[in-house]
Structure formats: C-alpha cells, structure tokens
C-alpha cells in the first residue's frame, strides 16, 4: 500500500467518549475548529460551518479504480499552516458475498484509507504498524448495512485495528441513526440521504423520514435537511460529553426495525466480547462522579454493561470468607448506596451479625452483593419503579440466585426480597410471606432467621475492622481478580473511606465516591508480586522500557 510522506496527518484528540461514541476536537487543542461527529461535505453542497462540516470529499471515477480526494477544510493538520487535501486509490471492490474472492487491487492511502469489507479479510498491507491514517472511509458501507451483523463486524474490526483514526461511512448515515452509528464507532457522516429525501419532498428527521407538515410551514429542501442534521450532531455530542449516548441510542433505534437490529446485534457481539476482556467491548469499572446508568427502556436490559454484570456476579464473585453459609436477600431501594436508605437501615438493626451475606434483588442488574454496591453501575443506575416485576426480570433473578448460591456452596437462604425463589435443594425461609419489606412483622421474622441461622450454622461473627478488609478482599476479587495484594494488611479509618496500611504504611485508599482502590507507590512492589499481576481485565498493565540506543532482543 502506497504512502505519501507529503501529506499532513489530522490534528486531533479525544476531548470525551461514551464507550465507543468519541468527541474529537480537530486543529489545535488549545482553540480547536471543529469537532466529530461531523460532516463530510460533497461538491454541490451547500456550504456549512467548519464546526459542522470539516472535510470536502470527490470522486473520480474515470480511471480504473477510482480514486478520492478529501480537502480539510481548515487550518486543522499538523504541522499548522493552511489547509491540505488527501488522495487515495479505492482499489478493485467486490460485493460482500463475494468475500472468498480477492480483487486483487488494493486500495491505497496515507492520510484517507479506503477499506471495504473484502480488503478487511484479503489486505494483508493493512496489518502494517506504520500505517496511520487520518481518515478511513468504508466504501462498501451501504451494501453491508444491508447484509445483517456485516456493518457491525466490519466497524468493530476497523476500531480495533486503527484506533485513532476517524471513520466515515458513506451513504447510510443521517439524523435518525447519527447517534446509533457513533455509538458503534463511527465519526463522519455526509449528506447523500438528505439529498435524497429533499428530492423526493421528504424531510429525513431525527425520527426518521416523514413527510412534511404543511400546517407548520415545514419544508423538505436542503437548509430544513441540515437544520436537522444540525440538531443530531448537536444532540450526539452532548450525549457524549455527559455520559447520556446509551439513552440516546436507545430512542433513535426506535426510527426504524434495520436499527433495532443494528443495536441487539451490536449489543450481542459485545457481550461475548466483555466475557473475554471488558475493555475489548468499551466497558469501564470508574466513571466520573455524577454519571448515571439510566435503564429506562427495555432494550437497556440489553446493554453489554448490565449483561457483563449479571455473568460476573453469578459465575465469578465469591463472597468475604466469613459468610459462606447463609445468604440474605433484601430488596433494593431507590436511593444508591443501598445502606444509606430508610428501609435498609432497618434491615441493618434486624441482621445482629456479621456472619450472612446480604444480597440486594434488583433490575435490571439482577443481584448486588452489599460489597459490591459502591462501584460502577451498582451505585448509579436509575430505574422506573411500578411494583411489578415482569416475567424477564423474574427469569433472570432466578437464574442468578440458583447460579450464585449453588456455585457458592450456602446452606440456607434467608429471602426478604419478597419474590418467590428458589436454588436447587438449598433450605429458603421467606420471612415477608406477603407483607411489605418494612413492616413491624416482616422485620421481626427477619430478625429471628438471622438470629436462629447464627445459632445453628455457628456463623463467625468477626470485629469489624476484619470484617471490613474481608469485605474488600471479595471487592478486590470481583475487580481485579485478586486479593493477594491485600496479604497482611489491616484496615483504618472512618466509614466510608477506609486506609489499607501494611506494616505500618499506607499502601492503598478505599473511597466509595469513586468506586474504586487508590494504590500508593508503596503498594507497588506487592502488585508486582501478585502471581500474574492484577488481572487484566482492570487491572495495571506492565510496561517495559527499552533503550533505543541498545539493539533490541526481542
């Protein structure tokens, strides 16, 4: 694959993303000109702002194969000093069924790499580590969006490989779907449906295509097209900063049943990717103070992060050593963290030892361990509350609670949830038997099980600072993958922020504020020392540095 060194590369940098949607500032990152998600423009376009539009693109189609051309439209590459166009060769393109074929001809770019769904499986040039290009524009994107699950694989495998590049696919985007194509990785769109609808007489909206209604002077020409692509692009943007795509994604894909599908087989591909490695499907186990996993729709049950969660906490988490044997499950509570609720607060007076293991019943994560209920999303999802629990939530409870408590060897479940359960042949006690949560009775009964559990299972009843660093070593398992670190530590402070000192010296924080263990450089050489390192789902990655004036062994 041919590169042009006289090409200057895009000045860019990541400035907020929601999991795959980014928000790039373009030009100088002091004072940029324009940000993604973008426009690309066409000849015959009208002119818009750069904020909106920063890059002009042709085609020329009498050669064989065609080539391109991309104008940046501002003062946005490095080194600055005017603007710059990029050149490209599309390269021999074959239908997507015809992926077993090699066209032969690749396509051929520095800064705008044309890709198409055959040059991601026959292309070996593109495995090259030099090659960066500024932009990729995958041609053949409207026949793959066509072909169900080819659109999302074949943006998953370009993301993956160019991570820094921005990606444009020509022809399919508009208002209805900007969000939803952001949400898979997508950066530039351009203008080619909105052409079409104003032909046609018809105004391509954030709700999808629609006719025109004339009794509120609407019009289907070319500024009420951009007036709406307009308000997507500033709409997406937003929802990237604060955190809100998801919620986005999820009333755009309503437009249309192509992006219904678009989203559960996206959602599907990512979930089996989050079980080998989180990071591989976006996933994050820290968010910024304030943000909010809002579930309000049915399709967020779908959401890779609550999936990621339900078969962590049913297949992997294991609770503090000292409550092996009787499982307590309580409710949820509109207020997050759970123990700072009313209702939970009577529950903490009527559970007189520290020998159970509480685990709230919730939707849509299913169950939440109480030392699990700081961090992310178990400390910051919103959810409507009817009352009513629906046969899918009942489904997936159950499955859990049986997985969970079976695979965790309890001998006995206390269940305050209110729901009927239920785990193989282990013994349950309902101690609600109708009545509300909260009521004088069911606290009573609740009171007694706990009690009369203590008694017969002779559960420990450890002081509270060991119950505390016993509570973080099972947090640390679930985040990490270990505890090992934890060795020989002892825990201080005041709730909820607590000091994790080793021989006298402080070597990690736990503040529930940020969900998360803030470690010391004394904590370093215990890190290293854990068999394999912290897992590297979450955990630290190991650099190795190279002096480049040695030759290399590798």
């Known amino acids: 694959m041919s590169e042009s060194a006289d090409e200057r590369p895009l000045a860019r940098s990541v400035i907020a993303r929601h999991r795959f949607g980014r928000l790039f500032a373009l030009g100088d990152r002091s004072a940029p000109s324009s940000w993604t998600p973008a426009l690309v423009l066409s000849e015959g376009d009208p002119e818009l702002p750069l904020s909106l539009a920063p890059f002009c693109a042709s085609r020329d189609t009498e050669g064989i194969p065609a080539s391109m051309s991309m104008k940046v439209r501002g003062d946005l590459c490095l080194p600055f000093g005017g603007a710059e166009t990029w050149q490209a060769e599309e390269g021999l393109i074959l239908p997507p069924s015809l992926i077993e074929s090699d066209g032969g001809k690749g396509s051929a770019g520095a800064q705008l790499l044309p890709i198409s769904w055959q040059a991601l499986h026959h292309d070996a040039a593109l495995l090259d580590d030099s090659l960066e290009p500024s932009v990729i524009a995958l041609l053949d994107a409207p026949q793959l969006a066509e072909r169900p699950g080819l659109l999302i694989k074949a943006l998953d495998a370009i993301r993956t490989r160019f991570t820094s590049s921005l990606i444009w696919t020509p022809g399919i985007g508009g208002p209805d779907n900007c969000a939803l194509l952001t949400w898979m990785g997508v950066d530039l769109f351009d203008l080619n449906r909105s052409r079409q609808a104003a032909a046609h007489g018809v105004l391509l909206s954030g709700d999808g295509p629609r006719e025109v209604e004339e009794t509120a002077d609407e019009s289907s020409d070319m ?19 604060n955190g809100t795509l998801r919620e986005l994604v999820e009333r755009q894909a309503l437009s249309s049943p192509r992006s219904v599908e678009r989203l559960r087989r996206h959602d599907a591909m990512l979930s089996e990717a989050a079980a080998q490695n989180a990071g591989r499907a976006g996933l994050a186990s820290v968010v910024p103070e304030g943000r909010r996993l809002r579930a309000h729709a049915y399709t967020s049950r779908n959401d890779p992060l609550i999936s990621e ?49 509480e685990v709230m019943v919730t939707a849509p994560l299913g169950l939440v361990p109480r030392e699990l209920e700081d961090i992310w999303p178990a400390a910051h999802y919103d959810i409507p509350v009817t009352g009513e629990w629906d046969v899918d939530e009942l489904r997936v409870i159950q499955e859990m609670t049986e997985r969970y408590a079976t695979r965790n060897g309890f001998q006995r479940i206390i269940n305050h949830s209110g729901l009927e359960l239920k785990a193989g042949t282990i013994e349950v006690i309902d101690t609600r038997t109708g009545e509300s949560a909260g009521s004088q009775s069911a606290i009573d009964r609740l009171e007694a099980a706990v009690r009369t559990a203590a008694e017969e299972f002779k559960l420990p009843n450890p002081k509270e600072s ?14 990490h993958g270990t505890d090992a670190w934890l060795k020989e530590t002892k825990i201080s402070g005041r709730p909820p922020i607590f000091r994790i000192n080793r021989h006298g010296n402080q070597i990690a924080l736990w503040n ?20 394999g390192g912290l897992d590297s789902r979450n955990g630290l990655a190991r650099r190795h540095l190279l002096d480049e004036s040695k030759p290399s062994r590798r």
Do not use: M, N
């Open 512 to 531: 529930p504020r940020s969900g998360r263990f803030s470690f010391s450089k004394a904590c370093l050489p215990a890190l290293a020392d854990t068999p």
């Open 223 to 241: 500024d009420a097209q951009i007036a709406a692509w307009s308000r997507a692009l500033a709409a997406t943007r937003a929802a990237i900063r």
């Open 466 to 479: 060991l119950h505390r660093l016993h509570k973080l070593k099972a947090l640390s398992r679930f985040q």
């Open 309 to 357: 969660w339900r078969r962590r906490v049913a297949e992997i988490h294991t609770p503090p050593e000292h409550q092996s044997k009787v499982l307590v499950l309580l409710p949820c509570s509109a207020q997050k963290p759970y123990r700072l609720s009313q209702s939970h607060r009577r529950f903490q007076r009527a559970i007189s030892t520290r020998g159970v293991h």
